[in-house]
């Protein structure tokens, strides 16, 4: 079946979701997006997106950074993304809102210019493979450094800032690694390519401050959870070598979800397999987005 996109106030089928290359975006990458998910519930009978007020909020806050309007408002971009899950019956899915400058005229002058947004979904499974979500994944410190807010601005989600996370993911895989981390300008922990990072260590979880990372949604989450769980959360500047030390390490993100890391550069996190502290929050995170943890319950949009 083939999936329904929603492009600028109407829903098409994928087949006809057509961009034009001399559209702006395409050759500047002046553009910004959302990853939301959506989900179905433990018992089949609802399927929600997670957090689709946060991620519409967020997709608002780029276009605005960016200076490139969206000209729908809130609510239609909200319905927009549970219509396209409606309509193409997916259940587990990926949810992609993009908004795009037109073709109007290429240049760095973009005065004036229209906007585009489609949102496209897709059914997408786990990210690195549904084992590795409990065995965990091998990453290494990547070459690449994220970007320093000043050059590309870290609290959107700026498509031409995806180069340096797609390079660095890139360098990994070919060196036989599942994932990158990147380090900031000043050689602290920002995140992995596309997810947030956090650190366990004597019970405590630690993860950077939002200065060179995305302030991500499952991020968000995971704090809530640690501290409904009575863990303590710190926010602070992490080094490299705390990496090699930690008892426990996990990337999180929409895509990720929750994914332990059982080495960085060929160094053991703690035993070399996920540990408790991580399951707990992995478990209780699932529990939330299969709709099975009343508490979580206003985090999901029932399509
Ligand atoms: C660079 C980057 N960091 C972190 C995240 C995690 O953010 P979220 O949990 O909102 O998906 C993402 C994914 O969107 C990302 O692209």
Known sequence: MSNTYWLNGKYVEKEDAYISPLTHTLHYGLGAFEGVRSYASEDGKSVNIFRLKEHTERLFESSKIINVPIDYSFEEVMNAQLGVIEKSGLKDAYIRPLIYLNSEQLGL?????????????????????????????????????????????????????????????????????????????????????????????????????????????????????????????????????????????????????????????????GVGKRGEITKKIQETYISAVRANADQYKDWLSQV
């Open 109 to 269: 002058d973009i005065d004036g210019m229209g906007s585009h947004l489609m949102i496209s979904c897709w059914e997408w499974p786990s990210y690195f493979g549904a084992e590795s979500l409990e065995s965990g994944i091998d990453v290494m410190v990547s070459s690449f450094t994220r970007q320093f807010p000043n050059s590309l601005m870290t609290k959107s989600k700026i498509s031409g800032g995806y180069v340096n996370g797609v390079m660095a993911h890139d360098q990994a895989k070919r060196n036989g690694y599942q994932e990158a981390i990147l380090l900031d300008t000043n050689g602290f922990v920002a995140e992995g390519s596309g997810q947030n990072i956090f650190i366990i260590k004597n019970g405590k979880l630690m993860t950077p401050e939002l200065m060179c990372c995305l302030n991500g949604i499952t991020r968000r989450s995971v704090i809530q959870i640690a501290k409904d769980h009575g863990i303590e959360v710190i926010e602070r500047q992490i080094t490299r070598d705390e990496l090699y030390t930690a008892d426990e390490i996990f990337f999180c993100g929409t895509a990720v979800e929750i994914t332990p890391i059982r080495s960085v550069d060929k160094i053991n996190v």
